[in-house]
């Protein structure tokens, strides 16, 4: 089968790239470029295609678009293709229905791969995304199952605070100086926080607060780094 494929990304230099690599792939055909959301929304239409490889985290682009997509075009299966995404990105992009993740610098097989084994009804997750899964204990398969919405939660200011904070990776002893307080009570705030989520790891916590507007995936592209 030949791959009807639509890149949605900002950047002239990943796009130029991106073109290179799919135009050489004997399956691959190419049928358009997205530069932003209104285009991608388009071109879904348009050329029906059986992959998206998009950037979600491009200038003027989010995961809100992917689940967009998936509803303009229910046959069309999103690979999510960025830089190194932190822990909010990455669930972000799976919780709004991508099928696959790999990242900017995989090798060229490797893109390719990922937009063929994804048309043939594959999940493609490259090694340096699973190692973020893993490192996080993220269970793709039961994240893709939860619901998008809560239960309503009596959840206290302070812990929204420490929630918003837990999420923009602060360590409790960061926490505890924003917020004044000892870092024994922040980590009890957070044990008070997991009881009420019914959730048992920071993930899920990080989760949660994209999912409930606590902090934008955006707004945290990438893991600082170590």
């Known amino acids: 089968m030949i791959v009807r494929t639509l890149i949605a990304d900002h950047s002239e230099l990943a796009l130029i790239g991106l073109r290179t690599v799919l135009?050489?792939?004997d399956r691959v055909d190419l049928v358009g470029v997205a530069r932003d959301p209104i285009a991608l929304?388009?071109?879904?239409?348009r050329h029906k295609p059986h992959v998206v490889l998009m950037d979600h985290t491009a200038e003027g682009f989010s995961a809100q678009n992917i689940r967009d997509g998936i509803k303009r075009a229910k046959n069309t299966r999103f690979i999510a293709i960025t830089p190194q995404p932190s822990t909010a990105v990455l669930l972000a992009a799976v919780k709004a229905g991508v099928t696959s993740y790999i990242r900017k610098d995989c090798d060229v097989q490797e893109i390719i791969a990922a937009v063929t084994e994804t048309a043939d009804g594959s999940k493609f997750y490259c090694g340096k995304v699973l190692d973020v899964?893993?490192?996080?204990?993220i269970d793709v398969e039961k994240l893709m199952n939860e619901p998008l919405s809560c239960e309503p939660l009596l959840l206290s200011d302070r812990e929204c605070e420490v929630i918003t904070l837990i999420a923009e990776g602060k360590s409790y002893t960061g926490i505890a100086k924003e917020l004044g307080l000892?870092?024994?009570t922040v980590v009890a705030h957070r044990r008070?926080?997991?009881?009420?989520l019914g959730v048992n790891n920071t993930a899920s916590v990080v989760l949660y607060a994209v999912k409930n507007g606590f902090i934008s995936p955006n707004k945290f592209l990438f893991d600082r780094p170590s």
Do not use: T, Y
């Open 23 to 25: 135009g050489e792939a």
């Open 41 to 45: 929304m388009a071109m879904l239409v």
């Open 133 to 137: 899964l893993k490192n996080a204990s």
């Open 182 to 184: 000892s870092s024994h």
């Open 192 to 196: 008070n926080i997991m009881q009420k």
